[in-house]
């Protein structure tokens, strides 16, 4: 069975700091493959990255970082100098199935941005 | 125009009443799935397919059917809606080739049921 643990349910921080979203998931396969999306208060949700299990290279989008280790089993996020417009429910996913039954979620952490 | 659209955006309902919950897409993805998010949960899968004569169920699939008319149509049905179906619904689509799970979702649809 897959599993993804999202243990933070809120964060609250001051506007420009940095702030890291962990993600813990577990799978017994060795291809799988890993997914952020933010939804924000509007409700869609809108893709962040997608990470396959075979590779381990940190990845960077503006001011968007992940880092991914599999001895850990984490795919962990980092906002660097947050904006109050990175406020939203952020949810890890894991898809270890080959599409075959969906995505895996999370339960989300909930980022609130204070200006 | 958005690629996945869902229809109606927001739905209140009695207790009882058959409700269908409709998705188009027009990415020409042949997989399409159903979630429901309910607050602190996540989002969980109801039912996919991968094609039009191809359905299957997902994790919480009791209470709830699906009908795929085309590729591009993907309906989600509660036949007697029931309080504890109250939740935001999302349809999402993929396509194949080597970016077959990544998932693009629709706008979602907000369901209450009195």
Known sequence: ???????????????????????????????????????????ELVFLIRRNSF????????????N???????????????QVVDSA?????????????????GKGTHLIIQP | DADVTQTPRNR?????????????QTKGHDRMYWYRQDPGLGLRLIYYSFDVKDINKGEISDGYSVSRQAQAKFSLSLESAIPNQTALYF???????????????GPGTRLTVL
């Open chain 2, 91 to 105: 349809c999402a689509t993929s396509g194949g080739g080597s970016y077959y799970n990544e998932q693009f979702f």
């Open chain 1, 89 to 105: 429910v952020y949810f890890c996913a894991l898809d270890s199935g080959g599409g075959a039954d969906g995505l895996t979620f």
């Open chain 2, 12 to 24: 209140i309902t009695k207790t009882g009443k058959r409700i269908m919950l409709e998705c188009s």
């Open chain 1, 55 to 66: 590779d381990e290279q940190n990845e960077i989008s503006g001011r968007y970082s992940w």
């Open chain 1, 68 to 82: 991914f280790q599999k001895s850990t089993s984490s795919f962990n996020f980092t906002i660097t100098a947050s």
């Open chain 1, 1 to 43: 069975a897959q599993k993804v643990t999202q243990a933070q349910t809120e964060i609250s921080v001051v506007e420009k700091e940095d702030v890291t979203l962990d993600c813990v998931y577990e799978t017994r396969d060795t291809t799988y493959y890993l997914f952020w999306y933010k939804q924000p208060p509007s409700g």
